[in-house]
Nanobody, 119 residues
Framework: VQLVESGGGLVQPGGSLRLSCAAS????????MSWARQVPGKGLEWVSG???????YYADTVKGRFTISRDNAKNTVYLQMNSLRPEDTAVYYC??????????????WGQGTQVTVSS
């Protein structure tokens, strides 16, 4: 299994970013995927997930601002992040399997992509 995130960067408050996670080594179309994030010194936070029939789930902290989607033809899951806030600053990880929660050490994880929201 390989998960490769991209799309992170520095953005001003109120701005947008789109994260991508390219997946390989498993049957992507049948697998629920999630995004999680971690701030140094703090715990891992599940952010959003999408199941194999494209039901989407969101943490209350991002609901209405973030949108998760998947393209099974490209084996890629996306996280569109709008109205970004400084508290969204974190390393964002793509992980599988699962759409509603994450557990450190369980499943497969990408290397992470840094998102920094600052003026």
């Amino acid at each position: 299994v390989q998960l490769v995130e991209s799309g992170g960067g520095l953005v001003q408050p109120g701005g947008s970013l789109r994260l991508s996670c390219a997946a390989s080594g498993f049957t992507f179309s049948r697998t629920a995927m999630s995004w999680a994030r971690q701030v140094p010194g703090k715990g891992l936070e599940w952010v959003s997930g999408i199941d194999s029939v494209e039901n989407a789930y969101y943490a209350d902290t991002v609901k209405g601002r973030f949108t998760i989607s998947r393209d099974n033809a490209k084996n890629t899951v996306y996280l569109q992040m709008n109205s970004l806030r400084p508290e969204d600053t974190a390393v964002y990880y793509c992980t599988m399997p699962g759409a509603r929660s994450v557990l450190p050490g369980y499943g497969s994880w990408g290397q992470g992509t840094q998102v920094t929201v600052s003026s």
